[in-house]
């Protein structure tokens, strides 16, 4: 089994940037891919990025050019950078990790972007 915490969530102004931290338990070498979610008060949880363990990186369109998704085997952590922040990114962050036998989540983190 395998704990995934987040950090790094806090309130930041329009324009403003936060760096998020996914932090596993385990060795993160093993998953096939990991990502960030998020999930804003009445809505559905919505993919923001994902790593693939080969490299590949995916983002949700209204996040490119503004997010870059990272991952550090060493560390065992997966990172969010987040820059241009607008309100509408406002949400709870969940980091997810996926293999071939478990899928993984987080407790979440909130972000909320307001002047």
């Known amino acids: 089994q395998v704990q995934l915490v987040e950090s790094g969530g806090d309130l930041v102004q329009p324009g403003g940037s936060l760096r998020l931290s996914c932090a596993a338990s385990?060795?993160?070498?093993?998953?096939?891919?990991m990502g960030w979610y998020r999930q804003a008060p009445g809505k559905q949880r919505e993919l923001v990025a994902r790593?693939?363990?080969?490299?590949?990186?995916k983002y949700d369109d209204t996040v490119k050019g503004r997010f870059t998704i990272s991952r550090d085997n060493a560390k065992n952590t997966v990172y969010l950078q987040m820059s241009s922040l607008k309100t509408e990114d406002t949400a709870v962050y969940y980091c997810n990790a996926v293999s071939t036998l478990h899928n993984y989540w987080g407790q979440g983190t909130q972000v909320t972007v307001s002047s």
């Open positions: 790593i693939l363990n080969s490299g590949t990186i």
């Open positions: 385990g060795s993160i070498s093993s998953f096939v891919y």
